[in-house]
C-alpha cells in the first residue's frame, strides 16, 4: 500500500499539489487524469521522491524509491549507449541480475543501436522494458502510451493488466481516455493540484462524457469550420 | 560561423555576469593564474608540457558534448560545424599553445594541436553512428559513453607509449597513461540526470564507492598496457611509474567526488581550481578528498535517502 497524507508542492508563489490524500492498494490501476498544468508528473515525481514535498508517503516497501518503477513521459536517454545497456544500467542499479534479454525484448527492440537513435515510440518502450525487468512492485506511468503504434498499445495494456493480476501497484496518467477505461480500477481526476474527485468504473463513461464537456464546450464550432 | 562565435562569446558573458563577476577582471584574473600555474608546472616537473597538453585536451572534448555539437551540425550542416569545432578548439588551447611555445615545447605544441585536429575530423564521422564495441558491457555507464567518444584520443594515448619506446623516451611514457587518467577524468565532467542518480538502491555512501570502484576497475584496464609494457621495458623505475599511477587514481577518485559534491550543478568553477591548484602538489588532494566526500554524501542524501 502506498499512502499520501496532505501532500502538497509549490515551486515559488505557486502552488503545483494542494493537500493530496490518496491511498493506493496492491492489485489495483489507478489512473490520474487532469489538463495539462493539472499537478500530474509533479504528484508522480513526489511519489517518486524526485522532488522534495510537505506532507507524508509512507508505503509497505521501505524506501519506495527501490521498489518503483518510474516511466517519465519524456525518458532521457545518453548518446553513445545501446538499448541493451541501457537495460543492464536499470538493473545494475538495482542489482537485479539480467538474464535472456532476447526472449525478454517484448516490443522487438533493436537493442544493439544507440537507444539515442530510437524513436520516441522505441524510446518509451525501452524506458518501460527495462522498469519491467527492474521487478519493482510499484509502477508510475506517466503518459505510457504517448507515441506508441497501436500493437504496442495493445501490449501494454496487457502488461498493466499482468502487473494488476500479479498485485502490483500501478498508477498511470494518459491523454487517451479509452486506455484508462481498459486498464484503471479508479482513476482521480487532478485540478488545479487538488485530486477534486474518485471514479470507479462504472461511473468512467460519465467523466469522459463531462470531461468532453467541459473541455471542448463550444469551441470546436466557435472555430466555424465550413 | 561569425554569429555562432558571436553568441557564444555572449554567453560568455552572460555566464560571468551571473555568477556575479565583473568579465574584465576575470579575464585578467584567469590569466594571471593560467600564467602562475603553467609556470610553477614549468618550474615543479619535467611533464609540464604533457600535463599542458592533457589539461587542453580534457577541456576541448569537454567543451564539446553532443547536445552541442548536434546543434551545430543541424545548425550549420556537417562542413561548418567542422570546421566551428577546430576553430573553437585551436582558440581553447591558444593560451596552452603559447605557453608551450615560450618555454620551448615546439614539439609538443605541434602534438597539441595536431591531437586537436584529429579529434575534430575524425571523430566527428567515426563516432557519429556506429556502435563501437567496448569492454565495459557489464557496468554501463561513464567508461562505456566515454570510451565511444573517445576512442580516437584513447588509441593515439596508446600510440604515445609506442612511440616512447621506440625514442626510449621514459617522460612520454608516464605522460602516455597520463593522459589516458585525464580521459577517464573527462568521463565524469558533465552531471548525469538526477534520474540516473535515483534509480540506484543504495544509500550515498555505498553509491559513491561502487562509483569509485567501478571507476578503480575500468581505468585499471585502460592504463594496464601502456603500464605492464613501461614495468617491462624500465623495470629499476617502476617506483616511479606506480607512483604516477597513484597519483592518477587520485586524481580520479577527487574529480569524482567532486562531480558529486556539485551534484545536480555542473563541477564547481571553484572545485576545478582547488584541484587544477593540486596538479604541482598532489599531497594537497589528501585534503580535498575528505571535503568533497562530505559534500558529496550531502548532496546525494535528497534523491538516495
Known sequence: MIQLKNVSKSFGNQTVLQDVDMTLTEGKVIGIVGENGAGKTTLFRCIAGLESFDGTITSDCTPLKNHLGFLMTDPFFFSKITGEEYIRLLCNAREIELEELDRKNVFDLPLKQYASMYSTGMKKKLALTALLLQQNQYFILDEPFNGLDIQSNMVLTEIILQLKALNKIVLVSSHIFSTLRDTCDEIYLLRSGEPIRKVLPQEFDRLEAEMKATTIGSKISDLGLR | ?305
Open chain 2, 1 to 305: 560561423m561569425k554569429s555562432y562565435f558571436s553568441l557564444q562569446w555572449v554567453l560568455l558573458i552572460r555566464k560571468l555576469n551571473d555568477l556575479g563577476f565583473n568579465p574584465l577582471i576575470s579575464f585578467v584574473l584567469a590569466a594571471a593564474f593560467f600564467i602562475g600555474i603553467s609556470e610553477l608546472l614549468f618550474y615543479k616537473t619535467l611533464l609540464a608540457p604533457f600535463i599542458l597538453i592533457g589539461i587542453a585536451l580534457i577541456i576541448s572534448i569537454q567543451s564539446n558534448h553532443q547536445a552541442k555539437t548536434e546543434f551545430v551540425r543541424i545548425t550549420f550542416g556537417d562542413a561548418t560545424a567542422k570546421t566551428i569545432r577546430l576553430i573553437e578548439s585551436l582558440l581553447i588551447a591558444l593560451p596552452f599553445s603559447i605557453s608551450l611555445l615560450i618555454h620551448g615545447a615546439f614539439w609538443q605544441t605541434a602534438l597539441l594541436n595536431f591531437l586537436l585536429f584529429v579529434l575534430t575530423y575524425f571523430t566527428f564521422s567515426f563516432t557519429k553512428q556506429s556502435v563501437i564495441p567496448t569492454p565495459f558491457n557489464k557496468r554501463p555507464f561513464e567508461f562505456t559513453i566515454g570510451f565511444r567518444k573517445t576512442v580516437l584520443l584513447l588509441l593515439a594515448a596508446y600510440s604515445l607509449t609506442i612511440v616512447a619506446l621506440l625514442v626510449n623516451n621514459f617522460q612520454l611514457g608516464i605522460f602516455s597513461y597520463l593522459v589516458l587518467f585525464m580521459i577517464c577524468i573527462s568521463f565524469y565532467g558533465q552531471p548525469e540526470e538526477p534520474f540516473f542518480v535515483w534509480i540506484h538502491a543504495k544509500n550515498p555512501k555505498e553509491f559513491l564507492f561502487e562509483k569509485l570502484k567501478i571507476a578503480t576497475i575500468y581505468s585499471s584496464l585502460l592504463i594496464s598496457i601502456p603500464v605492464l609494457t613501461l614495468l617491462v621495458f624500465y623495470p629499476f623505475d617502476a617506483w616511479i611509474i606506480l607512483l604516477f599511477v597513484l597519483i592518477g587514481f587520485v586524481f580520479l577518485w577527487t574529480s569524482i567526488l567532486a562531480k558529486y559534491a556539485s551534484f545536480p550543478e555542473e563541477i564547481n568553477i571553484t572545485y576545478s581550481f582547488l584541484i587544477i591548484i593540486c596538479a604541482p602538489v598532489p599531497v594537497l588532494l589528501l585534503f580535498l578528498i575528505p571535503f568533497f566526500y562530505k559534500k558529496a554524501l550531502h548532496s546525494l542524501k535528497e534523491l538516495l535517502p
